[in-house]
């Protein structure tokens, strides 16, 4: 025997259509990041890659962009360029060209990341292990 059916107090609303789905790379708007790269005049890029980390060195310009103030404001803490990308919805090519931009007018600061060092030898912690153990 099977347990009746439950049914709803309200009957259930009609789910919206479901959205057209955006293929994978697809922008919104493809001339829009050409707006926000510009006019790449020498084809010359600063060397970033996804975890160079970008600080801001001074506040945004009257004169600046609207992605440039906000990469300004975001980085008053360093953030590496993948961050970057992430928050501005902007792919990595985009931020390249407007860290560029950045960097030349002296705005930003690209540092390399931090590399952990490697964990020192085994003997040597040993070492000094029993070294203190002797006080």
Known sequence: ???PRRQRRYPAQEPPPPA???RQGEAKNPER???VAGADEDGARAALDLVTLIV???DPPPSATPEQTAVLRLCAAPLSVAELSAYLNLPFSAMTVLITE???AELVQARAPIVRQAVPDRSLLEAVMHGLQRL
């Open 1 to 3: 025997m099977t347990p």
């Open 20 to 22: 057209k789905p955006e």
């Open 33 to 35: 990041l050409y707006v």
């Open 56 to 58: 801001a060195r001074a």
């Open 102 to 104: 950045l960097l030349t």
